[in-house]
């Protein structure tokens, strides 16, 4: 099945209507599909690289859009179902002590799902669900998926089609590198 929804994404990509579909596939990735949107932007862009801010906007905007969603979910998910469920096994300190703990890093589990392989849907609905505040979560889905829509694009419109092999590969871990650099250069700042 994951094999068909690939094929099936690549294949937008050629499409009349790609930014459309690009936009469905970025909203729905942030919240309940598997496939992410750089399985589509990269065809896009290699396709037509004078277009390729546009596509990384579509894909940032669709996605953000998509995170609120996801966040909905979360929030109301766990309001008629989660809740109920924690009270009858006693466990709703437990959830209440976790959320402090989720939401004290928010920012960053935000930032690290919105730019790393990591699903970013599980990072949206665990916002929604925890409380994370609104303001956080859309300001840090901005700048993660901002980040990586825009690298990508960046490095398809400067290279093209040789940092394709790169960018499908490898970029994954840069930005995970990326990130655990940040977190640690954050913490020994902190602790100077």
């Known amino acids: 099945m994951i ?3 690939y094929d099936w994404t690549i294949s937008m990509a050629e499409h009349p209507r790609a930014l459309w579909v690009l936009a469905a596939v970025s909203f729905a990735e942030s919240s309940v599909f598997p496939i992410p949107p750089d399985v589509l932007m990269i065809p896009m862009i290699l396709a037509a690289p ?3 801010w546009a596509i990384a906007g579509v894909a940032l905007v669709a ?6 969603a996801g966040y909905a979910i979360g929030a109301l998910a766990y309001e008629s179902l989660g809740r109920p469920v924690l009270e009858a096994l006693g466990k709703e300190e437990a959830m209440a002590a976790f959320n402090a703990t ?3 890093v928010g920012f960053w589990a935000v930032l690290a799902a919105g730019v790393t392989p990591f699903p970013y849907k599980v990072i949206t609905i665990m916002s929604g669900w925890t409380g994370l505040s609104m303001g956080t979560f859309l300001v840090t889905s901005v700048l993660a998926r901002g980040l990586r829509f825009f690298l990508v694009a960046a490095l398809l419109r400067v290279y093209g089609a040789p940092i394709r092999t790169f ?3 490898r970029l994954g871990l840069m930005f995970v590198l990326f990130v655990a650099l940040l977190i640690g250069g954050f913490a020994v700042l902190r602790v100077m």
């Not at 996605?63 to 609120?68: A, D, E, K, P, Q």
Request: net charge positive; hydrophobic share 45%; aromatic share 6%.
């Open 3 to 5: 094999r068909a929804l």
């Open 50 to 52: 004078h277009r390729a």
């Open 63 to 68: 996605s953000v859009l998509g995170g609120l």
């Open 102 to 104: 989720f939401n004290g």
């Open 167 to 169: 960018i499908e590969r």
